[in-house]
């Protein structure tokens, strides 16, 4: 428990110590695949593990308030900017690899680990988490739709993969009552570090399926790599800072926080099974990665302070 506690207190520095290791670590990718399923169940479980279901918290949680912002943030964050670039991509003369990568951003679920994350970092939890089982909701439907309008086609079979998404996600939320309920609030309140550590250990395993072995991949051709690094900082990094930016006209600091922190950070691994395979796309993914492993850290160097008159998620 000690291990997990250190591990908790130091998650934002052992997220970025992970991502720099794992792809040097010579493993086989492939090993670890089907460790993928039950790592995508824990790290929901341990977002809806921190959040009260009480009746009237969910009642709070999921109103119409809420669920309508969740909509419309993710109309607008996979939709809109998809339409947007296409006319960008039609008005200008836009390469190929940067076209694909962005509207596979565009086009991805938030990821799974993004309520934890914005535990981690002191964020509004409950916005993170509604965002994220929104968004990851609605994906059979959003994907499909953003893909169409950026002009991408896509793998037909895209149905039976959301269901195995939404499987997985029904799989985290009732792992994660089950628990609750286990142990109550206040004992898991209190073992918020161990939690930490262990939402930051399992996002590391995640990434020797992702990332394992890739960096002879971009040794190989250093200038692609570095091109779609410098793209993946744009959208993650850059996305997250102008969203927050913009949010925070009309949220706390916090839940503005948590918003841009959904927005930036993707589950583009789901896009590698939907399009058609593309060594670029799947470079894209590997160095995606990098921000999403940075960000706790980066944004650690930096508190949020709500002003009192902000709206926030809870009222």
């Not at 964050?77 to 296409?86: C, D, E, V, W």
Request: with cysteine; net charge positive; proline share 7%.
């Amino acid at each position: 428990m000690r291990s997990l506690t250190w591990a908790g207190r130091h998650a934002s520095a052992l997220l970025l110590v992970g991502f720099c290791v794992i792809p040097f670590v010579p493993v086989s990718p492939q090993l670890f695949r089907p460790m993928l399923p039950p790592l995508v169940i824990l790290v929901t479980a341990l977002a809806v593990i921190r959040q009260p279901l009480t009746f009237g918290d969910l009642g709070q949680l999921f109103s119409r308030k809420m669920l309508c912002h969740a909509i419309a943030f993710v109309i607008g964050g996979q939709l809109a900017l998809a339409l947007i670039l296409r006319a960008a991509a039609l008005a200008t003369d836009m390469p190929m690899v940067v076209f694909l990568t962005v509207a596979a951003f565009l086009a991805a679920p938030p990821l799974s680990s993004g309520p934890n994350l914005a535990s981690l970092l002191g964020y509004d939890h409950p916005r993170a988490l509604v965002l994220t089982l929104t968004g990851t909701l609605l994906a059979p439907l959003t994907i499909p739709a953003s893909l169409s309008i950026a002009g991408l086609p896509f793998d037909a079979h895209i149905l039976s993969i959301a269901a195995e998404v939404f499987s997985l996600l029904a799989g985290g939320i009732v792992l994660g009552i089950f628990l609750q309920a286990v142990f109550g609030m206040s004992r898991i309140h209190a073992a918020r570090q161990h939690l930490n550590g262990l939402a930051a250990i399992a996002m590391i395993i995640f990434l020797i399926p992702l990332v394992g072995g890739t960096a002879l991949l971009m040794l190989r051709d250093p200038v692609i790599a570095f091109n779609l690094f410098l793209l993946a900082v744009a959208l993650n990094l850059g996305g997250n800072i102008l969203f927050r930016t913009i949010a925070r006209r009309a949220f706390a600091a916090s839940d503005a926080a948590s918003q841009g922190l959904i927005f930036g950070n993707r589950n583009m691994a789901l896009l590698l099974a939907i399009l058609p395979f593309d060594p670029r796309l799947s470079l894209f993914v590997a160095v995606m990665q990098a921000p999403i492993y940075m960000s706790p850290f980066i944004f650690s160097c930096f508190k949020v302070k709500d002003r009192p008159c902000a709206t926030s998620s809870a009222s």
